[in-house]
């Protein structure tokens, strides 16, 4: 038998660092790593090395993809525990490398500067076009790879009758409330001046919704005390997947139809496309 019909294969570190962590917890990344190896038998010599570049587009040496290979399984563990649901391996690997290439350039920034210097939170993702240029990017990854891409579109209600004086402040803590319920690799970016977009690669629907009914009431929860805010911020929400035939425009326009449907019935919600 060969080692795809048998579903084991003979090489070091096949049963330690993909079968235990993998074949019980984690069954779609399991086979997909499976039918990876299985397709390119003549690469058995370095199986990590071709895992990593067929997952993420990352190449090197084998030595190091197995050492990557293990802190992203232990990345992956840290993710799920905080998000309360299975995270791909995919996902995991991407959101490893991604936070690595921050830490880097933040390292960077620190010498080139000769200290870090702290930008406002808002300013940070309200650039004209960065949500639909990071859509585009991610409709083309979700279709290459044929994974579920989702969004929400969240909306700060009554934020016009919200003082001058605090509406800055009402912006900068809805933005550290979203940015610690969302991964590194999901995109918060803002979509107008009382909007914004939380782009979540590898996510359905369903896990989309979950995420936008917390955020909800994290965000009513946790502004009930700001100063000039009288029982808190609410948020109105529309979350939607993208659809084979979606164009990032097409998509924000649904996600955005969807949301003032919503708030002409009652604020305060979550609506799904």
Known sequence: MTPHQNNDFQFDGYRELICEPLQNSDIISFKRIQKVISDSPQQLQTPFSLLLQRICGKSMPEDIARRKWRQILNHKNDMENKLQRNVGIQTAAVDFFDIAVRSQAAQLFSVSNGHAEK??????????GFYLEKLKEEL???RRYKHALSAILIN???FKEIVPDASNR???????????AIRTVDILAR???DKFVVILPNTNKREALELAERLCKDIQGRTERMAGIDGGISVTSSVGQC?????????MRRLDNALARGRSGACNGVYAL
């Not at 930008?119 to 004209?128: F, T």
């Not at 659809?243 to 998509?251: I, N, T, Y």
């Open 170 to 180: 009402v912006l900068t803590g809805l933005v550290k409330i979203i940015k610690k």
């Open 140 to 142: 083309r990854r979700s």
């Open 119 to 128: 930008d406002d939170l808002v300013e940070q993702i309200s650039a004209p």
């Open 156 to 158: 700060v209600d009554h």
């Open 191 to 193: 979509y107008s001046e």
């Open 243 to 251: 659809e084979l035939e979606d164009s990032s425009v097409d998509f």
